[in-house]
């Protein structure tokens, strides 16, 4: 009944399942309980010939337990969950990263920058954004000389915390991975840390499950969840074969990375890794 779901490959995604699984049976199981007793007590009370209707002014002790139980039950589920949403939204539950970039929302194009051979993320600020340098880098940081950017791809490292630090360009965007069950909107003027991880090697989408204007359907990304040695492969590519990439102009289209720039077609092409399976 649950096959629709996209197949989990994330901790907090399997968490998020099993409390989505215990809801969907619970409200399965009072949906059927409700509707028996509504065909059982329109069959009993049918009208008939000779019977006369009577007022029924109500039950204290029916009405207390109508009310109370679904409390308790409201409140089970709140306290059954309250430590999976800390785990996925409080910034003080975030976990120490294996590995930490910069995301940045812009309509319609998601931007991505890594840490470079020095493997530390240069400082920013956004008192230093400009149109060419959208992540508001601290020039003076040395740290940040080697990092560099990609647009609509990105790589991670499968088995690793990940540690997102999320933002946005303009308006409000939603960094959406429905196979790790990770959701958190991008808010102009604000770094929100998101941690994740990935289980399994493959393709993934990311969409904007934000409506953010007339381009909002085609404001997709691609993420690469690679085999460690596959990352530090690709890492090294990024850092030793190029310059380090200047901050993104305003409106780029480009990918960074080598290969086609259109999300719908490294999606279908999958990857040359022979160890990565495409997700569907």
Same mark, same amino acid.
């Given at each position: 009944?649950?096959?629709?779901?996209?197949?989990?490959?994330?901790?907090?995604?399997? @968490?998020?399942?099993?409390?989505?699984?215990?809801?969907?049976?619970?409200?399965?199981?009072?949906?059927?309980?409700? $509707?028996?007793?509504?065909?059982?007590?329109?069959?009993?009370?049918?009208?008939?010939?000779?019977?006369?209707?009577?007022?029924?002014?109500?039950?204290?002790?029916?009405?207390?337990?109508?009310?109370?139980?679904?409390?308790?039950?409201?409140?089970?589920?709140?306290?059954?969950?309250?430590?999976?949403?800390?785990?996925?939204?409080?910034? $003080?539950?975030?976990?120490?990263?294996?590995?930490?970039?910069?995301?940045?929302?812009?309509?319609?194009?998601?931007?991505?920058?890594?840490?470079?051979?020095?493997?530390?993320?240069?400082?920013?600020?956004?008192?230093?954004?400009?149109?060419?340098?959208?992540?508001?880098?601290?020039?003076?940081?040395?740290?940040?000389?080697?990092?560099?950017?990609?647009?609509?791809?990105?790589?991670?490292?499968?088995?690793?915390?990940?540690?997102?630090?999320?933002?946005?360009?303009?308006?409000?965007?939603?960094?959406?991975?429905?196979?790790?069950?990770?959701?958190?909107?991008?808010?102009?003027?604000?770094?929100?840390?998101?941690?994740?991880?990935?289980?399994?090697?493959?393709?993934?989408?990311?969409?904007?499950?934000?409506?953010?204007?007339?381009?909002?359907?085609?404001?997709?990304?691609?993420?690469?969840?690679?085999?460690? +040695?596959?990352?530090?492969?690709?890492?090294?590519?990024?850092?030793?074969?190029? +310059?380090?990439?200047?901050?993104?102009?305003?409106?780029?289209?480009?990918?960074?990375?080598?290969?086609?720039?259109?999300?719908?077609?490294?999606?279908?092409?999958?990857? @040359?890794?022979?160890?990565?399976?495409?997700?569907?």
């Amino acid at each position: 009944m649950l096959d629709y779901l996209p197949e989990v490959v994330s901790t907090v995604g399997i @968490a998020h399942d099993h409390l989505f699984v215990l809801v969907y049976y619970i409200t399965a199981i009072i949906f059927v309980l409700v $509707n028996v007793l509504m065909v059982y007590f329109l069959i009993k009370y049918r009208r008939r010939e000779g019977r006369k209707a009577y007022h029924f002014h109500g039950s204290m002790p029916v009405e207390f337990t109508w009310t109370l139980l679904p409390t308790l039950l409201f409140a089970g589920l709140g306290f059954y969950s309250d430590d999976l949403w800390a785990d996925m939204k409080y910034q $003080n539950r975030v976990p120490k990263p294996d590995i930490e970039i910069d995301v940045l929302g812009q309509t319609f194009l998601w931007h991505f920058r890594y840490p470079g051979a020095d493997g530390v993320l240069g400082k920013k600020d956004f008192k230093f954004r400009t149109a060419t340098n959208l992540f508001g880098m601290d020039p003076s940081d040395p740290y940040g000389k080697d990092d560099f950017i990609t647009t609509t791809h990105f790589n991670l490292p499968v088995n690793k915390t990940v540690v997102v630090h999320l933002s946005s360009v303009d308006v409000l965007h939603s960094f959406f991975l429905p196979h790790f069950r990770v959701k958190q909107d991008a808010v102009p003027g604000m770094w929100i840390n998101v941690p994740f991880d990935g289980l399994k090697t493959g393709v993934y989408e990311l969409v904007c499950a934000e409506l953010c204007g007339s381009g909002h359907y085609s404001m997709r990304g691609v993420l690469h969840m690679q085999s460690q +040695t596959d990352f530090d492969k690709w890492m090294n590519e990024q850092t030793k074969s190029k +310059t380090p990439a200047p901050p993104v102009a305003e409106g780029a289209a480009a990918s960074t990375e080598s290969g086609t720039g259109d999300p719908a077609a490294t999606m279908g092409a999958g990857t @040359a890794n022979s160890d990565t399976s495409v997700a569907q």
